[in-house]
């Protein structure tokens, strides 16, 4: 742990140094670099390549990433993610507040982010990407995460609470829980504020009130806030002002435009400021639908499979789809008999998966795999194997598409996806074969086995 602290402050110092004098973008290469941005909060950074950060997770005695800026102390700077993921981000700070991997961001520019598989646990203004935005620009920016405050307010899947800010084309999905002001996509949006072209599958539960599927409230106090052209889908449960797509507005200078969320999926009927052509609930077949999707930009910015997914981004699909392989909780390994049984669960539902796009290895040859199941959880039985040893199965990327925005399978990860099939015993009958056998040909196997002995001895 020292010598990963020693490092950090390297590296700090001689990113102090470059951003002092230098304009050109700096690249940040591996996740010791990105906790480094901390040494200089006004610098220009780009990722230069995908990025595992799941060793955060025993950082700083296991409070994991330290968030880059706070309150009174923001990144005001440039982040360019480059459309590489940063996986397995860690912030576990129960007690502390502005809380993601930017904790505060004022004047900044945060663009091209992917987090993948992000944990956040946070006090109050939590978000996977930021856990407050003010006076900045977030553009095409998506998280895959579980987000969660133990505290008080402002906790969105993407950012806790923005104002005086445009978000546009950003996407979240995963969970996001806790007390007053929820949402998937946000959890507060102030003041001057515009979000557009913006969507949610996560689901939201909050303990108290101003729960939304994508934003949980929004507010003014001078300069009106825009929502144009944004849905969600995922389930959302709170105590009070639960909405399907928002759970509060204050104020008659909010202002929706063709915005939407899934009456079925959510499990909410009612959203703010529910009115034709501003908020509207519609049926998931419905939302499958193009034409539901008035004034949307289907040419440029959102694309669509009629009646088989929701709308999704340009020119690429969205996020990548976990999905872990296991053995079955109760599949015996090792086993002598069959069918063997591996569950397969995704992180969102998919469409086009089949038998065909597993892969199966080990030793074992002859083997031959079913699959049953549907949406996100699958089982596979291998139903024959010829002769005996390990099977293991896996699925390889770009196998099958999210339902909600089409992205594609990431490789499956598993902690155990390997079952040792052996031939089942069958001792009184083989001994039977064996023993006729020996009484036709038994002298002469008797005299080799003594000849070896004998020579063996000389």
């Known amino acids: 742990m020292r010598k990963m602290y020693t490092s950090v402050v390297g590296v700090m110092i001689a990113m102090t140094l470059l951003g002092s004098g230098a304009a050109a973008q700096m690249p940040i290469y591996n996740v010791i670099e990105l906790q480094a941005m901390q040494g200089n909060l006004a610098g220009d950074y780009v990722l230069a390549n995908d990025i595992d950060a799941s060793d955060t997770r025993t950082w700083n005695s296991w409070r994991g990433f330290a968030p880059v800026g706070t309150y009174g102390d923001e990144f005001t700077g440039t982040f360019d993610g480059a459309g590489h993921t940063i996986t397995g981000l860690i912030i576990n700070r129960r007690l502390e507040d502005y809380v993601g991997l930017f904790g505060s961001a004022s004047g900044a520019t945060i663009e091209n982010v992917v987090l993948v598989d992000a944990d956040v646990l946070g006090c109050y203004s939590v978000g996977a990407l930021a856990g407050e935005v003010h006076f900045s620009d977030v553009t095409n920016c998506h998280a895959i995460a579980v987000v969660e405050s133990d505290g008080y307010d402002y906790v969105g899947g993407l950012i806790g609470a923005v104002m005086d800010s445009t978000i546009a084309k950003c996407h979240t999905a995963g969970d996001v829980s806790g007390y007053y002001c929820l949402g998937g996509l946000v959890g507060s949006e102030g003041d001057g504020t515009t979000i557009s072209d913006c969507y949610s599958t996560a689901s939201v539960s909050g303990l108290g009130t101003h729960v939304g599927g994508l934003i949980g409230e929004v507010w003014t106090n001078i300069l009106p806030v825009r929502v144009t052209r944004c849905y969600s889908t995922g389930p959302v ?222």
């Open 237 to 458: 449960s709170g105590a009070g002002n639960v909405g399907g797509l928002i759970g509060y507005a204050d104020s008659p200078s909010t202002f929706f435009t063709r915005t939407y969320w899934d009456v079925q999926t959510s499990g909410q009927m009612t959203s703010a400021r529910q009115a034709p052509g501003q908020s509207e609930g519609m049926t998931t077949g419905q939302m499958m639908q193009q034409s539901t999707f008035v004034t949307w930009d289907f040419s440029a910015i959102w694309d669509i499979v009629e009646f088989q997914t929701y709308p999704h981004f340009q020119p690429s699909p969205g996020l990548p789809v976990g999905v872990t392989v296991e053995r079955a909780i109760d599949q015996d390994d090792p086993v002598d008999t069959l069918p063997i049984r591996f569950d397969v669960v995704f992180n969102e539902s998919v469409t086009g998966f089949d038998a065909n796009d597993l892969s199966i290895g080990g030793t074992a040859d002859g083997v031959t795999a079913t699959l049953t199941g549907s949406g996100a959880t699958y089982t596979v039985w291998i139903i024959e194997v010829t002769t005996p040893g390990t099977v293991q199965v896996s699925i390889p990327a770009g196998r099958c598409q999210a339902v909600d925005d089409g992205g594609l399978n990431s490789a499956s990860t598993s902690d155990d996806n390997t079952v040792n099939y052996i031939i089942p015993e069958q001792v009184p009958l083989a001994w039977g074969t064996v023993a006729i056998a020996m009484l036709a040909a038994g002298v002469a196997t008797i005299r080799r086995k003594t000849r070896t002995k004998k020579s063996l001895d000389t």
